[in-house]
């Protein structure tokens, strides 16, 4: 089975700090997503890759970035944290499309 | 642009009920597929269902079954003799893989909470 293993499933930091979100897959999948879940807005895409060092900005990519420099690898940045970018973060990788995603268990982060 | 709408936003129902999620999609292309996540409190996305647009047959699986009609646009999710394990957050989800900008990109609902009771 593939696995998508998200580095913190909680996290605090303070408003203004840089952030990273870490995401790693083990089944060599070339896509990678990174969506925020919000209650009663479901899932939205910030950011997706569909290769190494590659990135498209998805729905609400304001205030991200992201890095992929390794394939299994896929990292959110937010560099500089806000109040209103408290959220949990979803991770997710695909092979193919059609097959849906395969996600990570998520990192709840709070930004005081 | 592609839209997926899950108006119920939750539901509460006594185990052993039948319970029915509805979902209603949004596109413009004709080469999509439709999935049913299911996330329970521990917060990880299991995937439950996908089905291609060319095939309307309905599912069934187990207490599981999926109503896909591409004449209402929808993909109703029904649970028969619901427990309480099924108690979840569950997501409608779209993807277009025929081309253009929004390929590739996985559209969700906004969830239905479902709680069920002993």
């Known amino acids: 089975d593939v696995k998508v293993t998200q580095s913190s499933r909680y996290l605090v930091k303070r408003t203004g700090e840089k952030v990273f979100l870490e995401c790693v897959q083990d089944m060599d999948h070339e896509n990678m997503f990174w969506y925020r879940q919000d209650p009663g807005l479901g899932l939205r895409l910030i950011y997706f890759?569909?290769?190494?060092?590659?990135?498209e900005k998805g729905d609400i990519p304001e205030g991200y970035s992201v890095s992929r420099e390794k394939k299994e690898r896929f990292s959110l940045i937010l560099e500089s944290a806000s109040t209103n970018q408290t959220s949990m973060y979803l991770c997710?990788?695909?092979?193919?499309?059609?097959?849906?995603?395969?996600f990570g268990s998520g990192t709840r982060l709070t930004v005081v | 642009a592609q839209k997926v709408t899950q108006a119920q936003t939750e539901i509460s129902v006594v185990e052993k009920e039948d319970v029915t999620l509805d979902c209603v999609y949004e596109?413009?292309?004709?080469?999509?597929?439709l999935f049913w996540y299911k996330q329970p409190p521990s917060g990880e996305l299991v995937f439950l269902i996908r089905?291609?647009?060319?095939?309307?047959q309905n599912e069934i699986s187990g207490r599981y079954s999926w109503n896909f009609q591409k004449s209402t646009s929808s993909f109703n999710f029904t649970i028969t003799a619901s427990q309480v394990v099924d108690s979840a957050v569950y997501f409608c989800?779209?993807?277009?893989?025929?081309?253009?900008?929004?390929?590739?990109?996985?559209?969700f609902g906004q969830g239905t909470i479902l709680t069920v009771h002993p």
């Open positions: 997710a990788s695909s092979l193919p499309l059609m097959n849906g995603y395969t």
């Open positions: 890759s569909y290769d190494v060092k590659m990135k």
């Open positions: 089905r291609n647009s060319f095939d309307e």
């Open positions: 989800a779209l993807i277009h893989i025929g081309g253009g900008t929004s390929y590739g990109k996985l559209t």
């Open positions: 596109t413009r292309d004709t080469t999509y597929y």
